[in-house]
């Protein structure tokens, strides 16, 4: 996630042609070009070189073609070249000179073709500018519609030198005299135009809504368009226009199916229009049944209808593994194939399919899923001994929603224990909390020996926590399972109840119950408690420890992916990333944090794991707000706070909406700030520990936002209080640093001290440090400070060191050394990004820039050249080079070219 500023509060989408703002004042709006630079780039060239004279835009339909014709128009515009259109329309086609005939000059001669050629040209005269000739260029859309006679006049002027053509060209070509002729020339060129990749996806999108949007979104986007620019569009403004793509918390998100708009529906309608009934009904059974493979379609009689409908790209044939198989060429064309098809016919299909599925003997493991669903769909029995196998495939993929789907099918009173709780965790993957409690409470009822007993005990606290937020009822049905239990099952709900009290803020209690957790036998509860056991470190400022231990565990679970599960958030292998992250951000370690957390957030969007996604996202905002990047850490707690309100994760909404409203207050948007802070009031008894903590800190910083610094001091060290009796000291460490940010260094000096002792985190350290350099408050000691936090990465807490250390500096009588410290705060000021915490000021006077010549000087000097090499490169001489460096570094702050090559970096 790029550093973003964090957006107003009346951000709007951009606008489009239909949607947006645009709409209500029937003005047409576009969406900002994007993603095109290398072939605008190419387009530059071509036209600056004499030898070429066509460059044709290559691209299947909707790709962008016309788009990136045009931005070349308007490039070759701002160089100074005249540029026209030319008009290739369907019925223009047979009339000659259509196209063009409103470039020739009124009086031409049209029907006398010498005459016609000779008015032509003298309608181009080539412009001369800056000592070269500039071309008239003319853009032909769709160039293939082109009448012959505009073809062979555009072919005349351009071998004339006074025309550049740009043509677009949609593929696959029908066969074209015109694209050919242009084709043959010599001096023509080719581009390809191909779809945009999920970055630049990300980017169109972000650019037209105007602000952040979610990850899973951009990813469902980039998927449902398969990267054309058309359908891209055509699907975001059907979005925002019909309420499903909307902003909640500064994020924009997809909270229902993407539909897009009727005109998209209507070019996918015509594009499927006029086929024979054999290609209708093979369109159809692709629609309900794709992919499938060729031997099957073959069988069924289809190869010759399969053949034209690939050459007119709407069906693919692609190899997978050791198959052939054929699907639609795009996602679209099946939704609107599907929505056309009758229930009766609907049926049909599948029962037909189902049952040559059936007679080739369903070998693949997939096959299990599709015939349950087929036989379902056909509405005839599907047994169960057919219904949960498709069920665990679709569980293994994680398709919770078809879980649900195919289980609803099974009578209450053949349901197993099995398909409860199939059905519960399904339920609680998709957010469905008070069913996946009431399928789970059945399985409890159903459940004997202790393995069963333990796995419902499992998913039923787990789903009671994380998805009720009732840690009472939790705590309840944890020790009801333990007391049907043997020893080696009380000791896994032992280590579930310590990460239950740990989140609840027991630490101690937690790290006691955890001992002796590398000792559990079963790998994934093992795993799990491992992983709580590294939280607990890191709570109690154990954060190298902690980070040890969580890395351990991903690489392990990474390796073993879809054998061993250990319990929530992290049932996908990017879960334990999520305890990385939180302690190495306790550690100081912030980029390894920013690397393994975005690396695990992207799986986990891939994987549509939710869990791991929201919390991956909330720590990767904590990530950032301790750093000080205040940007970026809006985004990713944006991300997750929509997330969980969109699924009513109530814990991580009350982390995110903690963690949102410190970076607005931080930002010194207040109103905003207590919006957010008003939002996440609630039930305390739903809020771990650590964002109750987060609240307080939000709060304190609205306070000092608003003025009341002493207050903000006050909320902090209450909430200090409490995280010292929650055992929690890597939140106290954070708490009383951001106390001394706010003036109370001589008051948490002590503490803070201690508290580094008693951790192995550097940042804890670094915490400390600063409180005592506020204190003793000479320049030296803050900049060192300074210095450390920049090694960290903390470069806020190092922005606010380095600008203390520079007026430090400047009271004692020493500019260079104020010079210095000032250069380190504005680098590290700069590395935080647009939105800093308001409360620091910058020492500008202190900061003089360099002269252009400096700056030039400076850089060679910086390369490693001496003052010779500079001297001759300048044509100065040693002197006068000389001169220059000691007034570069009286500016820079610096003694040497070591410390100048640090600085100019
Ligand atoms: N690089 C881009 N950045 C932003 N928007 C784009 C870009 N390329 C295309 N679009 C938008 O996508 C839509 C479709 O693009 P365009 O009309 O250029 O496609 P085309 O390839 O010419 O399609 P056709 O084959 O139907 O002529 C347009 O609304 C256009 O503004
Ligand atoms: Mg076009």
């Known amino acids: 996630m790029s550093g973003r500023s964090i957006p107003g509060p009346n951000a709007q989408p951009a606008g489009d042609e239909d949607a947006g703002p645009g709409r209500a004042t029937g003005r ?78 009124p009086d031409a001669p049209v029907h006398d073709p010498v005459l016609t050629f000779r008015a032509a040209s003298q309608a181009f005269p080539p412009r001369r500018a800056g000592g070269r000739t500039l ?84 990813s469902t986007m980039a998927q449902a368009s398969r990267g054309n620019a058309l359908v891209l569009r055509e699907l975001a403004v059907g979005a925002v226009a019909s309420g499903v793509l909307a902003r909640d918390a500064g994020l924009w998100r997809l909270t229902g199916r993407l539909t897009g708009t009727r005109r998209l529906t209507a070019l996918v309608r015509g594009r499927l229009a006029h086929r024979s009934p054999s290609q209708h009904r093979l369109l159809e059974l692709l629609a309900l049944c794709e992919p499938l493979s060729l031997d099957v379609l073959q069988r069924g009689g289809h190869t010759d209808d399969l053949e034209t409908l690939e050459e007119q790209g ?29 229930a009766g016919r609907r049926r049909g299909i599948y029962r037909e399919q189902a049952a040559c599925l059936a007679s080739l003997g369903a070998r693949r493991r997939e096959d299990a899923l599709r015939l349950a669903s087929w036989r379902r769909a056909a509405g005839l029995p599907v047994a169960l001994d057919t219904l949960l196998p498709a069920a665990r495939m679709a569980r293994h993929v994680r398709d919770y929603p078809t879980v649900v789907d195919l289980l609803a099918g099974v009578q209450e009173r053949d349901a197993t224990l099995e398909v409860w709780l199939l059905r519960g965790e399904a339920h609680h993957h998709i957010g469905h909390w008070a069913a996946a409690e009431e399928c789970l409470s059945t399985a409890e009822g159903l459940a004997e020996g202790d393995e069963n007993i333990l796995t419902v005990a499992m998913e039923r606290t787990q789903n009671l926590y994380w998805g009720l937020g009732d840690t009472t009822r939790t705590l309840e049905v944890n020790s009801r399972a333990a007391a049907r239990l043997d020893e080696d099952g009380r000791q896994v709900l ?62 392990e679970l990474t390796a073993a992916e879809g054998e061993q599960r250990p319990g929530s958030p992290s049932s996908h292998a990017s879960g334990p990333a999520i305890y990385r992250i939180a302690a190495l951000t306790d550690a100081g370690r912030f980029p390894e944090a ?40 809006h985004d990713w707690f944006a991300e997750a706070l929509g997330l969980a309100r969109g699924h009513q994760v109530r814990r991580a909404v009350a982390f995110a909406g903690a963690g949102c409203a410190i970076v607005l207050a931080q930002a010194g948007r207040i109103d905003r700030a207590d919006d957010e802070l008003t939002r996440i009031q609630g039930p305390e008894t739903e809020r771990q520990q650590a964002s109750l903590l987060m609240r307080q800190l939000a709060r304190a910083w609205r306070s000092a936002a608003s ?26 460490s954070w708490l009383l640093g951001d106390a001394a940010r706010l003036g109370a260094a001589a008051e948490v000096r002590g503490r803070l001290a201690e508290l580094a002792a008693g951790s192995d985190s550097a940042l804890a350290d670094a915490r400390a440090g600063l409180a005592a350099a506020l204190i003793d408050g000479g320049h030296q000691g803050l900049y060192e400070v300074a210095q450390r936090c920049e090694r960290l990465g903390a ?37 935080c990004g647009e939105d800093r915490v308001a409360a620091p000021r ?50 820079l702050g610096v003694v040497s070219r070591q410390e100048l090559v640090s600085v100019i970096r």
């Open 494 to 555: 032992r280590v579930n109840e310590a990460a239950y009290r740990l989140y609840s803020g027991r630490v101690p209690d937690a790290l006691r119950l955890l001992a002796d957790a590398e000792a559990i036998a079963v790998p994934r509860l093992r795993m799990w408690a491992q992983l709580q056991r590294s939280l607990a470190l890191s709570y109690a400022g154990q954060d190298d420890a902690a980070a040890e231990l969580a890395r351990t565990v991903h690489e």
């Open 707 to 732: 003025g009341a610094a002493e207050e903000g001091r006050r909320i902090l060290a209450a909430a200090a209080e409490q995280a010292r009796e929650a055992g929690m000291a890597s939140y106290e």
């Open 28 to 105: 047409r709006r576009r969406w900002p070009f994007s993603a095109r630079d290398d072939e605008l780039a190419a387009f530059a060239a071509y036209l600056d070189d004499d030898a070429v004279s066509a460059l044709l835009v290559h691209g299947p339909a909707g790709v962008g073609k016309t788009r990136l014709a045009e931005e070349c128009l308007r490039h070759a515009e701002r160089l100074g070249h005249r540029t026209e259109r030319a008009v290739a329309t369907p019925t223009g086609a047979a009339l000659p000179l259509d196209a063009l005939g409103h470039l020739l000059p």
């Open 594 to 633: 920013r690397e393994v957390g975005r690396a695990a957030f992207a799986q986990a969007v891939a994987a549509r794991a939710l869990a791991p996604q929201i919390w991956l996202a909330a720590h990767l905002g904590r990530c950032e707000l301790i750093a000080g990047h205040l940007g970026p850490a």
């Open 314 to 342: 709407l069906v693919r044939v692609r190899i997978d593994g050791r198959r052939v198989v054929c699907a639609l060429d795009h996602p679209l064309y099946g939704q609107v194939i599907r929505s056309g098809i009758p």
């Open 842 to 891: 910058l020492p500008t006077t202190a900061v003089r820039p360099l002269t252009d010549r400096e700056r030039h000087v400076a850089r060679l000097a910086a390369e490693g050249l001496s003052s010779q090499d500079i001297a001759d490169r300048l044509v100065l001489s040693v002197r006068t080079v000389d001169n220059h460096l000691q007034r570069i570094y009286a500016k």
């Open 135 to 218: 071309r008239t260029v003319v853009l032909v859309d769709d160039l293939q519609l082109l009448d012959n006679a505009s073809a062979v006049l555009l072919g005349h002027l351009t071998r004339t030198g006074a025309v550049f053509v740009v043509g677009t060209v949609r593929t696959p070509v029908p066969p074209s005299d015109v694209v050919e002729s242009f084709e043959h020339e010599e001096s023509t060129r080719r581009l390809d135009v191909a779809a945009f990749t999920e970055p630049e996806v990300a980017g169109l999108v972000r650019g037209f809504l105007g602000g952040p949007v979610e990850h899973a979104t951009l």
């Open 795 to 831: 470069d806020m807490a190092g922005a606010e060191a380095a600008t203390e250390a520079s007026a430090a500096a400047g009271r004692a009588g020493d500019p260079r050394a104020a010079a210095a410290a000032a250069v380190l705060a504005r680098r590290l000021l700069d590395r």
